[in-house]
């Protein structure tokens, strides 16, 4: 075995039969892109029954077994960048601070700067280690087009007992969102689990194999019968990648310019069509988050004061 990689081991079984070996592997473990491993295959770390199989096209069989040497990581260079961020907090432990829309929260293939961390190195004299510098004081995330309050831990004790919250779902994280279509219900708890589709893996959903547990709880705000919108406050009980855009689609209601989980100009009023042309991201805020600071057991509860361009004006039309 070669020093440091990871080594996976998958069985073929029938429903895989004469499948290419690099959708096969995108299937069976979606960590990683099907690009990534067409590109394990043209420098050997994968293989058929102890055979390197170089051709992502190859057509595997039951019965047989795929191995796939995964390469240690290579460090990845994140330096400080000068990008204005707002913070509603700080103090020695940790920061509470904005994220807009746009911005991906940490570095990654594809986005070395621009992000959160790159303008948390900048900002703060000094921001947790704990987990590696590309992902320097992150307990939480936001997508990248979804803009609200993020906690950040600037100490290695602040870091590790915030993701201890998290895990435990003692922190209170509330949500506004404009979905498409008039949701019948004030209240609502939607209990379905989720994972990376089995179809996409770009994308979350209901069908998956690694599907995990997660709940959203929602309290319906306004309706517009006339523009088919409803606006929702929600509570986030889990906190799993695209869980409130998943939810929400899953039960016909797609947030209001969210193209990757279902919205069509053609569901909502002819009005709105311009509204959706203008407003560049989809109709979610992450616009309340409250805990408990690590280290003093204060309760912290921090708003957003102004609501973003694709939630005030949609709710403004709402009335």
Do not use: C
Not at 74 to 88: A, D, G, L
Not at 103 to 113: A, I, Q, Y
């Amino acid at each position: 075995m070669m020093e440091n990689f990871e080594v996976l081991n998958f069985d073929v079984k029938e429903e895989f039969r004469e499948k290419r070996l690099d959708q096969f592997l995108a299937l069976v473990y979606p960590e990683y892109s099907r690009s990534y491993y067409q590109s394990l295959l043209k420098s050997g770390n994968v293989l058929v029954d102890g055979i390197p199989i170089l051709k992502a096209s190859y057509k595997i069989n039951v019965g047989q077994t795929v191995t796939v040497n995964i390469p240690p990581p290579e460090p990845m260079k994140v330096t400080p960048e000068s990008i204005p961020i707002k913070v509603y907090y700080e103090d020695e432990d940790l920061a509470v601070v904005h994220k807009p829309a746009g911005m991906v929260v940490h570095p990654s293939v594809g986005h070395t700067s621009g992000t959160l961390v790159n303008a948390l190195l900048h900002h703060f004299k000094n921001v947790s280690l704990y987990q590696g510098i590309e992902r320097a004081g992150i307990v939480h995330r936001l997508d990248k087009d979804t803009e609200g309050i993020i906690v950040v831990a600037k100490t290695e004790f602040a870091h590790k007992e915030l993701q201890k919250m998290f895990a435990e779902r003692l922190v209170d994280k509330r949500y506004k969102a404009v979905v498409v279509g008039i949701v019948k219900k004030d209240y609502g708890l939607i209990d379905i689990p989720i994972g990376r589709s089995s179809f996409d893996r770009q994308k979350i959903g209901t069908v998956s194999n690694n599907l995990r547990d997660a709940l959203t709880e929602f309290w319906v705000e306004k309706r517009s019968q006339q523009l088919n919108i409803t606006l929702v406050d929600i509570k986030l009980h889990t906190g799993r990648t695209h869980q409130i855009r998943v939810h929400f689609s899953t039960l016909g209601y797609p947030l209001f310019n969210d193209y990757v989980y279902g919205f069509k100009l053609s569901n909502v009023d002819r009005s709105l069509k311009e509204v959706a042309y203008r407003l560049k991201y989809q109709s979610l805020v992450a616009y309340r988050l409250s805990f408990k600071h690590p280290r003093t057991g204060e309760t912290l509860d921090f708003h957003v004061e102004d609501m973003p361009p694709q939630i005030k004006k949609l709710e403004e039309l709402i009335g």
